[in-house]
């Protein structure tokens, strides 16, 4: 079945280590997105791709970095410079930007420890 | 600026008795506008989407969403609630535009008493 696999589940981080995280889709969507979930503040977007090696900053960017070399890939990576970076990241796809029909993954909890 | 309200932030509904879920929107345009629903610790779901026409859309699950112009509100209904519908639900808008993407209510979240 065709979807969106976000790994880990739950990730542990030490203060001051970068961390990446997975986000894989095989539903041969162009444009993916990760955004960031708080309790109480809704999603707020981090970070998101219209096509293969390109991609645009949301709202919260700062300390977070991507890549889109494949289609089916857009990992994010929390870097030490993230100061508040507990929280729980969703990732998403859509067959083009200005179509809305967002297909999520299950998540990735982070915790720093 | 693109933003959504969400005025409420927990409800709580008897099973059975019926729901209404607000969400207003800013935005220039005319907008696109969305309901996802998420159970804990899960990822987000599409009930229902806005794009044009009929200003009253069906959704999956029974839900179904009023697109009020003059309002600016886009609120969520559902005449009989189940137990089962008890999660947080996510108001978003978007735009026919290249480059922008779906911006989120900060959500409702549901619960159903028996």
């Known amino acids: 079945d065709g979807g969106i696999t976000q790994s880990p589940k739950y990730l542990f981080r030490k203060e001051g280590q970068n961390v990446t995280l997975s986000c894989e889709q095989n539903l041969n969507h162009d444009a993916m997105y990760w955004y960031r979930q708080d309790p109480g503040q809704g999603l707020r977007l981090i970070y998101y791709s219209q096509i293969v090696n390109d991609f645009q900053k949301g709202d919260i960017a700062e300390g977070y970095s991507v890549s889109r070399e494949k289609k089916e890939s857009f990992p994010l990576t929390v870097t030490s410079a993230q100061k508040n970076p507990t929280a729980f990241y969703l990732c998403a796809s859509s067959i083009q930007i200005t179509n809305y029909g967002y297909t999520f993954g299950s998540g990735t909890r982070l915790t720093v420890v | 600026a693109q933003s959504v309200t969400q005025p409420d932030i927990h409800i709580t509904v008897s099973e059975g008795a019926s729901l209404e879920l607000r969400c207003n929107y800013s935005?220039?345009?005319?907008?696109?506008l969305f309901w996802y629903v998420q159970s804990p610790g899960q990822g987000l779901q599409l009930l229902l989407k806005y794009f044009s026409g009929d200003t009253l859309v069906q959704g999956i699950k029974g839900f179904e969403a009023e697109f009020k112009r003059s309002q600016s509100s886009f609120n969520l209904r559902k005449p009989s609630v189940h137990w089962s519908d008890a999660a947080e639900y996510f108001c978003?808008?978007?735009?026919?535009?290249?480059?922008?993407?779906?911006?989120f209510g900060k959500g409702t979240t549901l619960s159903v008493s028996s």
């Open positions: 978003a808008v978007g735009a026919n535009q290249a480059g922008t993407a779906l911006i």
């Open positions: 935005y220039g345009a005319t907008p696109y």
